[in-house]
């Protein structure tokens, strides 16, 4: 049995994700540098003068970014939508920014179904914005530097709901407030403009040290925990482990139309195979078959090589998503390089007709990997490392994180008089049944929607 299971996430590679962001970065650059140029020439000022715009050559940049961002949004969208709903998430690897020892941070993208929409609103009303602008801007002498400003906001945006960690998400909140204190600023000629600038400055940067603060306290408690006198002791946990993949538990839980649960299918479904035992035919176990076929992935460590068992050629090389392997158990070697530590998992098993996924263990600060951490339960079926995580402290005894051991919340239907209960706890099981007025909650909390 594997040493960890649990319903991680599944990635889908994208190779294309990074464009989102960089053809709004692109504008900004362009006419960073020559938008000043463009708005003297007066290059095309009879069409400019038609459509009631400022200066044609900025306004083609700076909008056609943004045209080009959020046509590039709708294919990634589509892309992700035609994805099965647990593989909904898609991974672009740009470039690796630091890597100290078993640490590492990224500057990667990621687009799950929230992001999906936010990418949409942003690309999509910004262009909108965008397009009434170059007419409401029309007569400004600083035209480009306005643009300018506004594709750098668009970017910032991006970054902060396209990142796959804290750090992406960090520089887009950074951006973020920087664009707030240049437009707000915009007219600096103006006292009070200029003046309730620097307050947003200001506020933004009240944000940034609440942000970094809980920053580092989430990624030491990750990694260890404070012991009385304020001193820290690592866990020294394995930094990689293999987790086998499993549905999310209670997903396809079920009720009839008047609520009642399917018992009477489910005891037929149990008889079932008295019947059908003596006819069953022996499951076929070649390598192209589901039962004698298992998938490795691992997206951490990029431009890591992995070695499966005693081999000298790498298996693959990270990042990499459902590569085939021969199930049982296997021992793998991960070799980052730039004078950084091998790290060996002596014995991983990899179950047949499912997929296993080399997983970070201890401090991170990328979402997916916070997540995977958060839900893996061990042989006998305990959250060991969220267990740990919520028994921790921070100075003081003030709690890391707080845990909910469990909530419902009251779903209506379009009928009158007619509404369910869903029940969630900790590890996502859920129970839907018809209201019933004597039912009390756990813990007597109930949360209405």
Request: glycine share 10%; aromatic share 12%.
């Amino acid at each position: 049995m594997p040493e960890f299971t649990g319903p991680v996430q599944h990635v889908e590679l994208s190779t294309t994700l990074w464009l989102i962001p960089f053809l709004p970065a692109l504008g900004c650059v362009i006419n960073l540098f020559f938008g000043r140029r463009f708005q003297a020439s007066g290059w095309r000022s009879d069409l400019a003068n038609k459509l009631h715009i400022g200066s044609f050559g900025v306004s083609a940049v700076a909008i056609g970014a943004m045209l080009l961002s959020f046509a590039v949004s709708i294919v990634q969208v589509a892309k992700l939508i035609s994805l099965p709903d647990e593989a909904r998430y898609l991974y672009c690897h740009t470039w690796q920014m630091v890597r100290i020892g078993s640490v590492e941070f990224n500057f990667d993208f990621a687009l799950d179904p929230l992001s999906a929409v936010m990418i949409l609103i942003i690309t999509g009303v910004g262009s909108l914005i965008h397009i009434y602008a170059a007419a409401y801007m029309a007569t400004e002498k600083a035209y480009w530097r306005f643009f300018t400003y506004l594709n750098l906001f668009v970017f910032s945006m991006l970054l902060l709901v396209l990142g796959d960690g804290f750090i992406v998400m960090f520089f887009g909140w950074e951006g973020v407030g920087l664009c707030s204190y240049l437009l707000i600023g915009f007219w600096y000629e103006d006292y009070k403009k200029a003046s309730a600038g620097m307050k947003a400055f200001v506020t933004n940067r009240i944000g940034d040290w609440g942000f970094v603060v809980g920053l580092m306290l989430l990624f030491w408690g990750l990694g260890g925990s404070w012991l009385q006198g304020g001193f820290y002791q690592p866990d020294n946990l394995a930094r990689l482990s293999v987790v086998s993949a499993e549905a999310e538990a209670g997903e396809h839980a079920s009720a009839d139309e008047h609520g009642a649960p399917r018992a009477a299918a489910d005891a037929d479904h149990a008889r079932a195979p008295a019947k059908g035992h003596a006819a069953e035919r022996p499951r076929p176990s070649g390598p192209g078959s589901a039962e004698g076929t298992a998938y490795l992935t691992m997206t951490a460590f990029p431009g890591a090589a992995v070695y499966l068992d005693n081999a000298s050629s790498p298996f693959a090389l990270s990042p990499f998503v459902k590569r085939e392997v021969r199930p049982g158990h296997h021992a793998l070697r991960i070799v980052p390089g730039q004078a950084v530590d091998e790290q060996e998992i002596p014995s991983a098993m990899v179950e047949a007709g499912s997929e296993s996924i080399v997983a970070v263990v201890g401090p991170t600060l990328v979402f997916r990997q916070l997540h995977d951490q958060l839900v893996v339960k061990d042989s006998r079926g305990t959250q060991v490392l969220r267990d740990g995580l919520m028994s921790k402290t921070v100075w003081g005894g003030i709690s890391l994180v707080r845990r909910y051991d469990g909530y419902r919340r009251r779903l209506h239907d379009r009928a009158p008089g007619v509404a369910f209960l869903v029940e969630r706890d900790g590890v996502g099981r859920r129970r839907v049944g018809r209201r019933d007025d004597r039912a009390l909650c756990r813990d007597d909390r109930l949360l209405s929607i």
